[in-house]
């Protein structure tokens, strides 16, 4: 389906379109420049058809200028990448530091983005003394502390949170599948119901998101995520929706789509929203050409988008990142496996900053949901 800016701008007109904040600030010179919005815009295609497309972002990135342009031209939101995580921000078990995170926060508010909250309580990203005090008898309260604060200091801007993130591991051999983490050590499986009914206090209105990967590779963990999911939520535990990483791998692995759908399916009969939350490709053919490498990527994603969208249509696509400049993924130099380092090619722009098949995907993919037209308020 193709969507050109006469219809746009003729709906937008009649009131029927809605609008994202960046696409209406944009309109309203709240963010770069005052034009219309641009046409081929990842956001302003997600916005029309109620997707809000977003990345993951560190705040050192936003003093590259080519990449705040791609940026600001195709996300509606932003989540960051590691600045949210307890090693940025506790250094010590009485101390916040929310520089950075306040950096991405205000970047955000500036050219009217939306912010996601990432994450809240995870295995990863731990300071020493945090394993330490939550093994030792303070989880609860660390636990407690920690999102009162966080949620607390940004619950005007952040309307979705990744409440807790990847408590599924079915090879710990815990009952439910549950992942052998210091939470989980500490407090039983009750940390994670503890942890969504007091980000819900703190923010009535947020969408809480339990995060996890490898739903579209691992059918067991994907049944032990449907399990804690839905059982949660029938004892009343205020989880909105699952977040599908989407960390998927160009050749290596290959989806399992039918265990990907029926995940989609019943979770959306159930009630419960699917966001994608961290869409990146790994790929590690080097022996192929670049073109090959980027088709390989654009494959992947265009397959695994038609097997959700057949399910369900995400609130918010986010991708880990824009360009393979910062890509997680990318190798750096003098590595034992690549010595000469490797760029992954796995999202959307390369690392020059070039659109790859990727995102002409993505762009394809919103657009064949059908535009949501909202009568305007009368
Ligand atoms: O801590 C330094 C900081 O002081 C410095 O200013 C900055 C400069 O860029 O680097 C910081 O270091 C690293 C940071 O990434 C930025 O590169 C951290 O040491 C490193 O641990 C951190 O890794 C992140 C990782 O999560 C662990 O937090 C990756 O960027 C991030 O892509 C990755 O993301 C995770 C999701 O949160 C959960 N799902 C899986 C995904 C991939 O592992």
């Known amino acids: 389906m193709s969507f050109d800016r006469r219809d746009f701008l003729t709906a ?3 009131g029927m379109v809605a609008l994202t904040n960046a ?14 919005p641009d046409p081929d815009s990842l956001a302003r295609a997600g916005a029309l058809r109620g997707i809000v497309v977003g990345a993951a972002v560190s705040s050192e990135q936003f003093i590259d200028t080519s990449y705040r342009a791609v940026l600001l031209k195709d996300c509606a939101a932003l989540v960051p990448e590691w600045q ?4 940025a921000t506790r250094k010590a078990p009485k101390t916040f530091d929310f520089a950075g995170m306040d ?13 996601r909250g990432h994450p809240l309580i995870w295995h990863g990203a731990m300071p020493s003394w945090a394993e330490q005090e939550i093994l030792a ?19 005007s801007q ?7 993130n990847e408590a599924i591991r079915p090879e710990d051999g815990i009952d439910g599948g549950l992942r052998n983490t210091p939470w989980y050590r500490a407090l039983g499986a009750d940390y994670i119901a503890n942890a969504f009914h007091l980000a819900r206090r703190m923010d009535p209105n947020a969408r809480l998101v339990y995060n996890d990967y490898n739903m579209e590779y691992e059918p067991q963990k994907a049944q032990s995520i449907l399990a804690l999911v839905l059982s949660l939520r029938d004892k009343g535990v205020p989880i909105d929706a699952v977040g599908l990483q989407s960390h998927l791998w160009a050749t290596k692995r290959p989806l399992r789509t039918d265990a990907l759908k029926n995940f989609c399916r019943t979770l959306v009969r159930n009630g419960v929203d699917v966001l994608i939350t961290e869409l990146d490709v790994r790929e590690t053919d080097f022996n192929l050409t670049a073109a090959q490498r980027d088709k390989n990527s654009a494959a992947v994603v265009k397959t695994y988008l038609e097997t959700v969208f057949a399910e369900v249509i995400p609130k918010e696509l986010t991708l880990w990142g824009l360009s393979d400049r910062y890509s997680w993924l990318k190798k750096p130099k003098f590595n034992p496996e690549n010595p000469l380092g490797y760029i992954n090619r796995g999202l959307p722009y390369s690392e020059e900053m070039a659109r790859q098949q990727m995102r002409q995907v993505l762009l394809d993919a919103i657009q064949c949901v059908p535009i949501q037209y909202k009568k305007k308020a009368t």
């Open 23 to 36: 696409e209406a600030a944009n309109l309203e010179g709240c963010g770069q420049g005052d034009g219309p």
């Open 12 to 14: 937008l007109v009649g």
């Open 137 to 155: 008898g303070g989880a609860q309260r660390h636990l407690e502390a920690h999102i009162r604060v966080t949620v607390g200091r940004y619950k």
């Open 158 to 164: 952040i309307t979705s949170w990744d409440v807790v």
């Open 84 to 87: 949210m995580k307890w090693t």
């Open 103 to 115: 950096l991405i926060a205000r970047f955000a508010s500036d050219h009217c983005l939306g912010l």
